[in-house]
């Protein structure tokens, strides 16, 4: 590819972007915020596993000596 394609794909993609609807992070944050209050209940990393078994982090077996 040559630099002026390749220039001319950069600059595809800064236009891209720039015309891109952008919102303020404050506004961005009390979104994410709501999302994670609201789906907390479904988050077993939050809330925690019914039981042992449900854990898929915990290990199978023991350590063994031969």
Do not use: H, Y
Not at 3 to 11: M, N
Not at 41 to 59: A, T
């Amino acid at each position: 590819m040559s630099s002026i394609a390749q220039q001319k794909k950069i600059v595809e993609q800064l236009r891209a972007e720039a015309s891109m609807a952008r919102k303020p992070v404050s506004e961005c944050v009390k979104d994410m915020i709501q999302f994670m209050d609201s789906n907390k209940d479904k988050d077993c990393l939050v809330s925690g596993f019914q039981s042992k078994k449900d854990n898929p982090f915990q290990e199978k077996g023991g350590c063994s000596v031969l």
